[in-house]
Structures are given as structure tokens and as C-alpha cells.
């Protein structure tokens, strides 16, 4: 498997990871999806790489209000939430393997 990142490399990713939230949270700004009014295949995408990174390095976005708004809307979809529990618990499984 792959190495566990050094703490200096896990610190510069999550400094990298937290200016891209500001970004998007900056891009996001009053809407309620990045393509406008409506749930597109980038917010899907753009979704499952923050749940990812959230989970695996367990980052929350509280700094990042609308991003987080924006979050929790996408996460409630029904057909995405059970997508996302099915990808939590074999990210669990894998985590427990190691």
C-alpha cells in the first residue's frame, strides 16, 4: 500500500486543502449549487473529493459557511446519501486493515 504522508507533508496538504475550501466557498457564494440552481454532475464530483478528504483526514468545514450549507444540501440526497454510506464504509474497512 501506499506510505502514510510524513506530519510535514499531512500539514502542507491540509494548508492545500483548506485554500481550496476558501475558494470554493468564496465561488460558491449565495448559490445554492456551483452551476446554479440546480444539483449538476461537478457539485456530485466536487462533493465525494470533500468527503474523502474530510474523512480520511478528519477535517470538518465550519470555517466555511456557505461551502458547508452547500455541503449538508448536497449530503441529504437520497440517492447520494446511500452512495456516500456505501464509499464510508469501505473507507472504514480499509482504514481497519491497515
Known sequence: ??????????????????????????????????AGDKLTVGDIQIYNEIQTALTLLQLDLADYPQLNTWYETVGANEILAEITKEMLEALAALNESK
Open 1 to 34: 500500500g501506499a506510505e502514510k504522508p510524513s506530519e510535514e507533508e499531512q500539514k502542507k496538504l491540509i494548508e492545500d486543502l483548506n485554500k481550496t475550501f476558501e475558494k470554493l466557498n468564496t465561488k460558491l457564494g449565495d448559490k445554492a449549487y456551483f
